[in-house]
T-cell receptor, first 113, second 110 residues
């Protein structure tokens, strides 16, 4: 069975902390994505990666960075967390997002206080 | 104009009803279309792809109208378990990036 896992379901951090969100997929997919989802705004793409060590900015990359050192793992980093980064973070992977489905992880609910 | 637009709803329907949602897209170069379902506090999951000729999966029918640039999802004989948010997804030709609509909320009541 296809699996995308995320390191935490719930996370509470303080303003200014560095935050790491990790995502692992077991499907050997090239493409991985990080989204945030907020009420009324839907899913917004932060970054995506189409290969190891490759990354592309999405619609809202400011305040975030990513790392993809291994094919199965895609990390999202908040260098200095701020309260406006409180959100649900969803990781997804896909073999070919143009023609195939995306598989999502269960999400991480991040609260920055 | 947003690239992908959906009526947020909620659509409130009784069990057994037929309900339809539309999703409009602005980029005529869009080539792939999907409907995802997202339950409350859960991740989105693929419901069905949308093919040019239209496609059906049990009680669900998806259609694409390229001329008017919209896709639709029809749910027949609604069940309580159909209550969820339905996300429209569009992918432009040559792009890695799917664009998600904000979703349409469906509530099926007894």
């Amino acid at each position: 069975d296809v699996k995308v896992t995320q390191s935490s379901r719930y996370l509470v951090k303080r303003t200014g902390e560095k935050v790491f969100l990790e995502c692992v997929q077991d499907m050997d997919h090239e493409n991985m994505f990080w989204y945030r989802q907020d009420p009324g705004l839907g899913l917004r793409l932060i970054y995506f990666s189409y290969d190891v060590k490759m990354k592309e900015k999405g619609d809202i990359p400011e305040g975030y960075s990513v790392s993809r050192e291994k094919k199965e793992r895609f990390s999202l980093i908040l260098e200095s967390a701020s309260t406006n980064q409180t959100s649900m973070y969803l990781c997804a992977s896909s073999l070919d997002p143009g023609t195939n489905m995306q598989y999502f992880g269960p999400g991480t609910r991040l609260t920055v206080t | 104009r947003k690239e992908v637009e959906q009526d947020p709803g909620p659509f409130n329907v009784p069990e057994g009803a037929t309900v339809a949602f539309n999703c409009t897209y602005s980029n005529s170069a869009s080539q792939s279309f999907f409907w995802y379902r997202q339950d409350c506090r859960k991740e989105p999951k693929l419901l069905m792809s949308v093919y040019s000729s239209g496609n059906e999966d049990g009680r669900f029918t998806a259609q694409l109208n390229r001329a008017s640039q919209y896709i639709s999802l029809l749910i027949r004989d609604s069940k309580l378990s159909d209550s969820a948010t339905y996300l429209c997804v569009v992918v432009r030709r040559g792009s890695y990036i799917p664009t998600f609509g904000r979703g349409t909320s469906l509530i099926v009541h007894p």
